[in-house]
């Protein structure tokens, strides 16, 4: 019996022990599923795809920059799928700003890629999520430069979700920095150079419908941009208003500061956008390079918009500025050099404006509706090698005065595989 008592004991603790060791093992092995799910994670982050990992979203064709300063290929996206707040568009028409053309440059700071750009989209609604109210299928809606904020800051809460005290989620070339429990968490945002999107209804626009659809696209950035300061620095029907600069921006400006009631002038180097410029509406044109002509409108300006992209002496515009005039720089210059007397001697102002908030930019779309004002466009084949041409020639200034994707010439099927 002491025997038996003894080997039923050695039984026990040899069981124990491996019961332990069974255990231990166990909890070995979640760890290390821990450590791959974690490595996982830094990898993704750090090599960001084309490809989403979401497996429940759509696969789309896109329009792709796989590398800074290199060319355009065609590829796929995957959009999540469709949550409760969502709004699926089909995208028809999207815009080519020249900050698409910095953004891939990698001119801003780093840039993530591969990279979809495209912040002037102009679609349909394909399907909405169950707690949407705003829209419905078949919808003209439109998606501008910021797809998300945190919307409950200060700026956000007060319409000026452009400068959210987190950062607003750019519609690409960023990361979905707020949870919204979608799938999407920290993945890149993808753009308007592809066929579909997902957007939460807060941040869809609506497109009038009077207004030629393709010319419509580029409202959402080259018309926001210059409708915000002509409204928030108080222009009047009765002022003088000046643009500096007649491209894409610039053309957007006569039209809309004629539509306001200004008397418009545009300044420009050389004449050779004259007859552009009076076409436009605008009421006179200054060659900026001439002396005489300068010095002709020099204290008259009530407002000036420079839209110059450029580095550029702006001194000779502000000296164009009359006792209290204010300078809205809305292009992105590199530098500037001011010479500060200019502004002391008639209290005159120099400013910045981006964009404008989601409400704000409605306001701008309804406006251009009532007023009928669209951009002047040119289309271009939803092709790599079409849309790399168009970025080579905006470089040169060869646009009048925006170019626009085509995407209802998209294939159907998403490219399987990256030209």
Known sequence: AEQAAKAD???????????????????????AGKADKRQAGRKHRQEPGIMATHQAGKTVFAISMPEKDGKFKTSSVERRELGPKDVSIDIKYAGICHSDVSQVKG??????????????????????????????????VGVGCMVDSCQSCKNCCHGEEQFCKEGSILTYNDKYRIDRDDGDYEKPTYGGYSSAILVREDFVLRLPENLEFSASAPLLCAGITT????????????????????????????KIGKAFGAHVTVLSRGTKKRDSALKLGADEFVDSTDDEQMNKVEGTFDMIVNTIGVKHDPNPYINCLTLDGTMAIVGVSPEIDIQTYGLLSQRRRITGSLIGGIAETQECLDFCGRNNITCEVEMVEPKAEAVDKAYERMLESDVKYRFVIDMTKAPQEPEEKSD
Do not use: C
């Open 107 to 140: 001119e801003w700071g780093e840039s993530i890629f591969p990279m979809v750009p495209g912040h002037e989209i102009a679609g349909l609604v394909r399907e909405v999520g169950s707690e949407v109210t705003k829209f419905k299928e078949g919808e003209r």
């Open 9 to 31: 004991k050695r039984h026990r603790e040899r069981s124990g022990q491996a019961e332990q060791a069974e255990q231990a093992a166990k909890a070995d092995k979640r760890q």
């Open 227 to 254: 409708y915000s300061p002509l409204i928030h620095f108080g222009l009047r029907p009765n002022h003088r208003m000046a643009v500096a600069g007649l491209g894409g921006l610039g053309h957007m400006a006569v």
